[in-house]
T-cell receptor, first 112, second 113 residues
Framework: QQQVKQSPQSLIVQKGGISIINCAYE??????FPWYQQFPGKGPALLIA?????SEKKEGRFTISFNKSAKQFSLHIMDSQPGDSATYFC???????????FGKGTMLLVSP | DADVTQTPRNRITKTGKRIMLECSQT?????MYWYRQDPGLGLRLIYY???????NKGEISDGYSVSRQAQAKFSLSLESAIPNQTALYFC????????????FGQGTRLTVV
């Protein structure tokens, strides 16, 4: 049972373009939604996170949009750069727990 | 030095062998986790521990066991390795309050032949 569905599986974007990765969840008890970034040979690292009391959070070129009624959230990378090429994972956790349920990941390639 | 250190980084073992993957952390976190990463399947939780005396099964615990030797050390064992346990394994830690950042190690690439 996949509780967090992530799409697309892979994405190619030109330098300067906008990268968009989407996630959907089913468990209404989820109340924390982080995004992790993983470079080859490295462990995932927290990129940005949001809680359901806000609809959007922006940190630099990275923005999370959150739609509670649709049970969806997305990562937008503005002005995408080759250095953004990595695998991105969305995740979610329930109130009172700290175990994360991850999506299957999106491999992003930003072409020069 | 890395905050979360996994050893070994790479390991090739034979089917049926017992193998232990080790994780140590210097972040002072109580909570530790073992995840498995497979291409196209994302990160799946194997076991987690909220303190030294606490061990919990995750989504895919069959064929694995863990030991929490100290606050800073959490090891994962494959009692009798099989080829479909070939994967990238990550240890992670987090602070004791809910919904905080998880810090991952560099990973152990395990191949079972």
């Amino acid at each position: 049972q996949q509780q967090v569905k992530q799409s697309p599986q892979s994405l190619i974007v030109q330098k300067g373009g906008i990268s968009i990765i989407n996630c959907a969840y089913e468990n209404t008890a989820f109340d924390y939604f982080p995004w992790y970034q993983q470079f080859p040979g490295k462990g995932p690292a927290l990129l940005i996170a949001i809680r359901p009391d806000v609809s959007e959070k922006k940190e630099g070129r990275f923005t999370i949009s959150f739609n509670k009624s649709a049970k969806q959230f997305s990562l937008h990378i503005m002005d995408s750069q080759p250095g953004d090429s990595a695998t991105y994972f969305c995740a979610a956790s329930e109130e009172g727990y700290s175990t994360l349920t991850f999506g299957k990941g999106t491999m992003l390639l930003v072409s020069p | 030095d890395a905050d979360v250190t996994q050893t070994p980084r790479n390991r090739i073992t034979k089917t049926g062998k017992r193998i232990m993957l080790e994780c140590s952390q210097t972040k002072g976190h109580d909570r530790m986790y073992w995840y498995r990463q497979d291409p196209g399947l994302g990160l799946r939780l194997i076991y987690y521990s909220f303190d030294v005396k606490d061990i919990n099964k995750g989504e895919i615990s069959d064929g694995y066991s863990v030991s929490r030797q100290a606050q800073a050390k959490f090891s994962l064992s494959l009692e009798s390795a099989i080829p479909n346990q070939t994967a990238l394994y990550f240890c992670a830690t987090s602070a004791s309050w809910v919904n905080t950042e998880a810090f991952f190690g560099q990973g152990t690439r395990l191949t079972v032949v």
